[in-house]
């Protein structure tokens, strides 16, 4: 079982997976930041509304922010958190569209550009006219003695 779980583990599929979660995490806490601490502070002024304060206390009280009724011990509904992770979810969704998108024009680029390269004329035998190999000396097919090049 254990060289089963080794074998498993330590694939390069799976490898790649574990280090694009790391990196997915750590970008996430990037992307993250960047919504709650320039995005949404930017939002909420133009708008003329923090979403922060946007919240429900399910005990009946009437608080002015979510810190006071934190600090009554209020059950709170967080909606104004739900649209920032929203946005957040977006930003980074389209950041990774943009990612992809640029990765899978490379790709087409690269691959457009080994279509397009002209493929050198292959090195026939002059006795039986079999394909072969640039520094063959000899034919593979005849066996007949051939110049080197």
């Not at 003329?48 to 009724?69: I, R």
């Not at 490379?106 to 390269?117: G, L, T, W």
Request: glycine share 6%; with cysteine; aromatic share 12%.
């Amino acid at each position: 079982m254990w060289k089963d779980f080794k074998k498993f583990a330590f694939r390069g599929n799976v490898l790649d997976m574990a280090i694009g979660v790391i990196i997915a995490t750590a970008f996430g806490k990037i992307v993250s930041s960047v919504v709650n601490d320039i995005f949404m502070p930017l939002i909420s002024r133009i708008i003329g509304f923090d979403f922060t304060n946007w919240f429900v206390a399910l005990d009946g009280g009437e608080y002015a922010t979510l810190q006071e009724a934190t600090d009554a011990g209020a059950s709170i509904l967080h909606y104004g958190n739900l649209i920032s992770v929203i946005v957040d979810f977006l930003i980074i969704a389209f950041f990774i569209f943009m990612v992809v998108r640029l990765i899978n024009k490379a790709k087409n680029r690269a691959k457009k550009e080994a279509e397009e390269a002209p493929k050198p004329e292959p090195r026939l035998c002059p006795y039986c006219f079999t394909e072969i190999n640039e520094k063959a000396t000899r034919c593979p097919h005849c066996t007949s003695e051939l110049e080197a090049k």
